[in-house]
Structure formats: C-alpha cells, structure tokens
C-alpha cells in the first residue's frame, strides 16, 4: 500500500478540504480544493494521500508555528487528520495521551487529534475545548470521520454519491470539482429569503450539504451516517446568592479569555462599544503584560455610530486603539463580499465586520470578541418583547388573520425604529402563537410577500414548503421548560451559527485573520443555561446578571445603555449612493433571465422604497443573492434543479 505525504510549513490551520472514496480519489482535485481557499491559510499547505483518501489544508500559523505542520499522522500510519480552529485545552489533552502511552511529537494541538481518535474512537469530540472542524481518516476501517465544534464556529460542508465523500471548509473548495452540478436549491433560496442565511444542512446548491453545530458524521465504505453530541441543558438551578453568580461569572469570563489569548502570532480584540466586547477587552487587559490592541468601525450617521463608547473602554484599559468611519461608498466591496461568502448572505453587519477585519490585519493575526453574550444572557431587545408578546392570549382564528394583516401594512408603511413599525410587529406578535411570532420576528420576506415574489416554476416547486419550519422546529425540539428558555435556545441553534458566526468567520479569514469568542466556551455556555430567566430578562431590561457582574469592570455608562446592535443604515444607503446599483442589478437582463422573482414585484419594491417606505432588508437580501449568483453560478448550467427555468 502506497502513500505520500507533503508536509505543511507550520502548524493548526484555517482550512481542510479532501475526499475519500471506494476507488481512487483525485489528489490533484484536492490540492486546486485547497488552492481556492488559500486566503484561510497563507502561511503553508499540506496533504495526504493513499489509494482510498486524499486529504489538504492551507495553514495560517498561531501556536506551534516552528513545528506543528499537517497532516497529522498517528502510530503506525493507520491514522490521519486535518484540522481547522482551536483546541485550547490541548495542554491537558498532551499531558494526558502522553500517560497513556502515546508518542507526540509536536508542541501544539493538531497532533492530538488522531491520539484521541485512536484512545477513544469517535467519542473524541467529548474531549475537546474549542472551536473546530476536522476529518480523521481511519486508513485500515476505510472510515472518513467530520466533526465540527459545539456552537458553529469554524464550517464544513461536505457532498456525498455514496461512493465517494467530499468535505471542504468553504462551498467553493466542493465546486472545484466539475463533477458537482450546480443548481440552486430552491428549499435553500426559500430560507435564505426568510431568515437572511442558508441555514444547515441545507447549502445553497442541491446536494450539498452543511454539517451542523455539535454534529460528527462518520463514513465508512460509501456508507454515512450523521449523529448530534451535544446541546445545552436550560434546566434552571436554584441561585440564593447573586453575589456569588456575579462573581462566579467573573471567573469564568477571565478564564475563557485567558486561554484564548495563547498565540505566538499578534493579538487583540474586536470593541464595538457595548457590554459584551468590551468585558473581554477588560478581561484581556487585566491578564496582559501588553497593551491590548483594540478595534473598532463606526459611522457618520450618530444612529449606529458606537464610537464614543469604545473609546471609553480602550481610554479605561489604555489601549491601543484603533478606528475606521465607514461610509456609503461600499460599491467596491460588495463583489468581493460576494465571492467571500460562498452562499446568499442578507446580513448588512457583514459591510462593517469586514471592513474592521481588514483595519485590525494591518495589526494582529488574532482577534478577541463578544459574539455569543447576548445567547448566553438575554441581550437581545427582541427577547424582553417576546416575554411581554407571552402574557397576550391566543386569538380566535378570524380575528388572528386581522390582526395579521393590519400589522403587516402598518409595519411596511412605518419608518425603521417608529412607534408605528413597533404597533406593527405587537400586532402581528398577537395574531400568533409563541414560535410563529419570533419566527415572524426573525422574518425578512414573509410567506404572503414570497408568494407574491416567486416567479411560477418556482412557486410550483415550493408549494406547502413552511416559511417558518424552520424555526418552529428548533422551538419543538427545544427541551427548555420557559418561553425565554426556548428563544434563547431557537438563536443558540440558528441565527447564532448561521447568521453571526458565519459573518465573522468569513470577513475574518477573507483577511487572513482568527477571530476567538470568549462567550462561546462551552463550559460558559453551559453554566449561563442553568441560570433562571430573571436573571436574563425581566420586564424591559435585558442581561441582567451579566450586567451586574462586569460593572466592576466597566464605565457605568455601558452597562446602563440599551443594546444597540452592529447595525447599518441600510435604507439611507440603498435611498442614495446604493440605488443606481440595486436598481441596475435586480432589474437588468441577467436578472429577468433567470426567471425566479417577478420583475414587477421587484420594480414595485425599489419604487416604494426610494419613495420613503422601508424595504431596505428586502432589498439588500435580493440584492445579495444577485450579486452571489454572478460571482458564483454556473454560467451554462441550470439554475435551479428540476424547475425549467431558463439558464442566466
């Protein structure tokens, strides 16, 4: 049995791709897999390969950069792996392989992977504290195991024909292979124009897939199988002393920092202004023997401009600290963001987190955020409205429909943040029952308005597909015994993996940088579930407890403030320097052609909106999806599988 193996330069790494099949895999499809997705990974590559696997990654060297290189291989060859992320327990790991008679020959992470595999089979992934995706080929069992981390962090996609599987970290290393079709999968565009992302294990494309959070998926001989390790425990336990969760809470957030700052490259920290990014640049700051570099993005219009906030932290901690206006001339970015993110992606935020990616390059590799406090502790003011939505009652089935359609029209008709758009929403809240009325929350395209929207093979096709299915299944499968509980665990599940971490992970490595959460440890997570929901939410205040605890830490100012979120003014923009762009891509030739939205319901939506009603979000999705399709799509091949409509 033959193999060869071409070592990294350095050690853990920000991109894997490969395959295994039951004949001979393609190493050189793998190596151009891994060339794609370079940006990941700078600093080096490697590969693997033998009869039934070929494996690669590209490398961007933090810890262990003299000696951690990939692949990874175990005693004797018969195991192999390569890894994306993070293992920041692997100093315990080390120590306890070595007990057990295992031979390491790095200083780093990687290595551990297949000593864990070989010790305990897939039951591996129990051991690990970090964020994480890898493959672990198994060369005597012919079996490829993919895991990914708890929470979502770092992604994996993988396709499969039976006969052969393969895995990559971003959509674009798969579509290397001119084998795979691709057609756009019409499930997948529908929740995109719902919820703004493509949620797993839906990708955009048919027959691709995203390996969720917390899930391994195992194959073995042409045969897969996927199962889930882990989700939270909401069962709230007794608390007789809040003094003593503050301070309980304090630990943890230095700890979770302080074993995510171990990096022998630069490091420093996202600051956007609010509670959560700025208790972990304190916690940073209190641990280090440097200064801690701070970053941050604001805007001219005060409305969304945190500025003066973060410069209240980094002047605290003494800093250094840096800033960047973004401004309305984004035109230059959005193709780039565009082919960035392998699918539709309708989150404006990603403008901005791109953009403080790039400033904080020119400065560290790593960076420290906030990501994950506002799931972990209520902070969302979306969640003080759904505890105040629960006390309403039901509604009769005819009156529901009323109240539906009443509070749509008011909401279109209402400025962004009026008293109008916010009897809108109560309205519609009370027309529903608790999982319809957060899904309706979290909603950009309702069901009424993509009916409208779809062209007629594509409404065919989606015919008694659930707009919100989606989310009212993550409410049914929820465990939590509360109505916050279950919330708390519909975001943990979906807008935090599909939405947020996927927006840092990509404008993160587009820079060739590693963002680190703080918040996400799962040790964390798991204590901040226990905790009762009066100490998230109560009436109209948000994070209570978190609040409480990191005062100590931070400018009363801060802790007092109302959320106020990384938003951007979207409408403005799309009303001034943006128009002449969605208007010419949404309505031109390549668009009509595709077939798939009516072009008067599109016109009638950029119409209205530069006349003052809001559809700023509506637009900005569609907007999104025209530029992905050009930057990605086939230009000969179907555009949707099965539906007869018409090439671009």
Same mark, same amino acid.
Request: glycine share 10%; net charge positive; charged share 25%.
């Given at each position: 049995?033959?193999?060869?193996?071409?070592?990294?330069?350095?050690?853990?790494?920000?991109?894997?791709?490969?395959?295994?099949?039951?004949?001979?895999?393609?190493?050189?499809?793998?190596?151009?897999?891994?060339?794609?997705?370079?940006?990941?990974?700078?600093?080096?590559?490697?590969?693997?390969?033998?009869?039934?696997?070929?494996?690669?990654?590209?490398?961007?060297?933090?810890?262990?950069?003299?000696?951690?290189?990939?692949?990874?291989?175990?005693?004797?060859?018969?195991?192999?792996?390569?890894?994306?992320?993070?293992?920041?327990?692997?100093?315990?790991?080390?120590?306890?392989?070595?007990?057990?008679?295992?031979?390491?020959?790095?200083?780093?992470?990687?290595?551990?992977?297949?000593?864990?595999?070989?010790?305990?089979?897939?039951?591996?992934?129990?051991?690990?504290?970090?964020?994480?995706?890898?493959?672990?080929?198994?060369?005597?069992?012919?079996?490829?195991?993919?895991?990914?981390?708890?929470?979502?962090?770092?992604?994996?996609?993988?396709?499969?024909?039976?006969?052969?599987?393969?895995?990559?970290?971003?959509?674009?290393?798969?579509?290397?292979?001119?084998?795979?079709?691709?057609?756009?999968?019409?499930?997948?565009?529908?929740? &995109?124009? #719902?919820?703004?992302?493509?949620?797993?294990?839906? +990708?955009?494309?048919? =027959? !691709?897939?995203? @390996?969720?959070?917390? $899930?391994?998926?195992?194959?073995?001989?042409?045969?897969?199988?996927?199962?889930?390790?882990?989700?939270?425990?909401?069962?709230?336990?007794?608390?007789?002393?809040?003094?003593?969760?503050?301070?309980?809470?304090?630990?943890?957030?230095?700890?979770?920092?302080?074993?995510?700052?171990?990096?022998?490259?630069?490091?420093?920290?996202?600051?956007?202004?609010?509670?959560?990014?700025?208790?972990?640049?304190?916690?940073?700051?209190?641990?280090?023997?440097?200064?801690?570099?701070?970053?941050?993005?604001?805007?001219?219009?005060?409305?969304?401009?945190?500025?003066?906030?973060?410069?209240?932290?980094?002047?605290? &901690?003494? #800093?250094?600290?840096?800033?960047?206006?973004?401004? +309305?001339?984004?035109? =230059? !970015?959005?193709? @780039?963001?565009?082919? $960035?993110?392998?699918?539709?992606?309708?989150?404006?935020?990603?403008?901005?987190?791109?953009?403080?990616?790039?400033?904080?390059?020119?400065?560290?590799?790593?960076?420290?955020?906030?990501?994950?406090?506002?799931?972990?502790?209520?902070?969302?003011?979306?969640?003080?409205?759904?505890?105040?939505?629960?006390?309403?009652?039901?509604?009769?089935?005819?009156?529901?429909?009323?109240?539906?359609?009443?509070?749509?029209?008011?909401?279109?008709?209402?400025?962004?943040?009026?008293?109008?758009?916010?009897?809108?929403?109560?309205?519609?809240?009370?027309?529903?029952?608790?999982?319809?009325?957060?899904?309706?929350?979290?909603?950009?395209?309702?069901?009424?308005?993509?009916?409208?929207?779809?062209?007629?093979?594509?409404?065919?096709?989606?015919?008694?597909?659930?707009?919100?299915?989606?989310?009212?299944?993550?409410?049914?499968?929820?465990?939590?015994?509360?109505?916050?509980?279950?919330?708390?665990?519909?975001?943990?599940?979906?807008?935090?993996?599909?939405?947020?971490?996927?927006?840092?992970?990509?404008?993160?490595?587009?820079?060739?940088?590693?963002?680190?959460?703080?918040?996400?440890?799962?040790?964390?997570?798991?204590?901040?579930?226990?905790?009762?929901?009066?100490?998230?939410?109560?009436?109209?205040?948000?994070?209570?407890?978190?609040?409480?605890?990191?005062?100590?830490?931070?400018?009363?100012?801060?802790?007092?403030?109302?959320?106020?979120?990384?938003?951007?003014?979207?409408?403005?923009?799309?009303?001034?320097?943006?128009?002449?762009?969605?208007?010419?891509?949404?309505?031109?030739?390549?668009?009509?052609?595709?077939?798939?939205?009516?072009?008067?319901?599109?016109?009638?939506?950029?119409?209205?909106?530069?006349?003052?009603?809001?559809?700023?979000?509506?637009?900005?999705?569609?907007?999104?999806?025209?530029?992905?399709?050009?930057?990605?799509?086939?230009?000969?091949?179907?555009?949707?599988?099965?539906?007869?409509?018409?090439?671009?």
């Amino acid at each position: 049995m033959s193999r060869r193996c071409q070592r990294a330069m350095e050690g853990p790494m920000c991109g894997i791709a490969g395959m295994a099949s039951m004949s001979h895999p393609d190493p050189g499809l793998v190596r151009d897999m891994c060339e794609v997705i370079a940006h990941r990974g700078p600093d080096g590559s490697g590969f693997h390969e033998d009869e039934y696997a070929a494996l690669g990654m590209r490398r961007l060297a933090i810890i262990d950069v003299a000696t951690g290189d990939q692949p990874v291989h175990g005693e004797g060859g018969r195991v192999v792996s390569v890894f994306n992320g993070e293992i920041y327990n692997f100093a315990e790991l080390r120590r306890d392989l070595a007990g057990r008679g295992h031979r390491l020959r790095s200083a780093g992470d990687s290595e551990c992977l297949v000593h864990l595999y070989e010790e305990y089979g897939v039951d591996m992934v129990h051991h690990l504290r970090g964020m994480f995706a890898f493959a672990v080929w198994d060369r005597d069992r012919r079996r490829l195991v993919l895991a990914r981390d708890r929470v979502g962090k770092k992604p994996l996609y993988w396709r499969s024909d039976h006969a052969s599987i393969w895995f990559g970290s971003e959509l674009k290393s798969l579509a290397r292979d001119p084998g795979m079709r691709r057609e756009i999968d019409p499930v997948a565009l529908h929740h &995109y124009l #719902t919820y703004r992302y493509v949620p797993a294990p839906w +990708s955009i494309y048919q =027959g !691709v897939h995203k @390996l969720p959070p917390g $899930h391994v998926l195992v194959w073995e001989r042409g045969r897969v199988t996927t199962h889930r390790y882990w989700e939270l425990d909401r069962t709230p336990r007794a608390v007789t002393d809040e003094r003593e969760e503050e301070e309980r809470l304090r630990e943890l957030i230095l700890e979770a920092t302080r074993i995510r700052m171990v990096s022998e490259r630069p490091i420093g920290a996202f600051l956007s202004g609010g509670v959560d990014s700025s208790a972990v640049v304190a916690a940073m700051a209190m641990q280090s023997r440097e200064r801690v570099k701070t970053f941050c993005v604001g805007f001219e219009d005060s409305r969304y401009d945190e500025r003066s906030e973060a410069r209240l932290v980094a002047e605290r &901690y003494s #800093t250094d600290h840096h800033e960047l206006v973004v401004t +309305s001339d984004v035109l =230059g !970015v959005l193709p @780039l963001l565009a082919w $960035h993110f392998d699918e539709p992606f309708a989150d404006s935020s990603a403008v901005p987190g791109f953009y403080v990616a790039r400033l904080s390059r020119s400065h560290v590799t790593v960076v420290l955020n906030g990501d994950g406090g506002d799931e972990c502790f209520g902070g969302y003011r979306r969640y003080a409205l759904m505890n105040q939505a629960a006390r309403i009652p039901v509604m009769p089935r005819a009156l529901a429909a009323l109240s539906a359609r009443a509070g749509t029209l008011i909401t279109e008709r209402s400025g962004y943040g009026s008293r109008g758009r916010h009897l809108g929403r109560v309205m519609r809240f009370a027309a529903e029952p608790p999982s319809r009325r957060y899904a309706g929350l979290m909603s950009c395209f309702t069901a009424g308005q993509k009916a409208e929207l779809y062209g007629p093979a594509l409404r065919e096709r989606l015919a008694g597909v659930d707009s919100h299915g989606l989310l009212e299944g993550a409410f049914r499968n929820s465990s939590a015994a509360t109505a916050l509980g279950r919330v708390l665990d519909v975001d943990t599940t979906t807008y935090l993996p599909y939405d947020l971490l996927v927006k840092v992970d990509v404008t993160t490595m587009a820079n060739s940088m590693e963002a680190r959460s703080p918040f996400l440890d799962h040790r964390l997570m798991e204590w901040a579930a226990g905790l009762p929901d009066s100490l998230k939410v109560r009436d109209r205040r948000t994070k209570l407890l978190l609040r409480r605890a990191v005062a100590p830490w931070l400018p009363g100012r801060l802790t007092h403030r109302p959320k106020q979120g990384f938003g951007v003014p979207l409408a403005t923009w799309l009303r001034g320097e943006l128009r002449e762009l969605s208007h010419d891509v949404l309505t031109d030739g390549a668009a009509r052609g595709r077939g798939l939205f009516r072009q008067e319901v599109v016109r009638d939506l950029l119409r209205r909106h530069a006349e003052g009603a809001d559809h700023g979000d509506r637009l900005w999705a569609l907007l999104q999806f025209e530029l992905w399709h050009r930057a990605h799509a086939v230009p000969d091949g179907p555009v949707m599988a099965g539906a007869g409509c018409p090439g671009p």
